[in-house]
């Protein structure tokens, strides 16, 4: 089983993400547009830095927890 399956609580707007499977592996972004299908499944929409943006699942991709210099 993958240890790093995304939560469903993880999912924020304006989350960075890395795509970890699928068409998109290894493409990053920002979170957006956050829907779960009629068969249950939670799609996203990945805001590239270049401004291109592409769907993908949730389970594809991997939250990606930047330190804060300011807190610490």
């Keep these: 089983m993958n240890d790093k399956k995304v939560n469903q609580n993880q ?38 830095e270049n401004g291109m943006r592409f769907k993908t699942l949730a389970k594809n991709v991997e939250i990606v927890k930047k330190f804060n210099n300011a807190t610490h």
């Design 11 to 48: 999912l924020l707007d304006g989350s960075s993400c890395v795509v970890i499977g699928g068409t998109h592996k290894g493409k990053s972004g920002k979170l957006t547009d956050i829907n779960t299908s009629k068969t249950g499944h939670i799609t996203i929409t990945v805001i590239q």
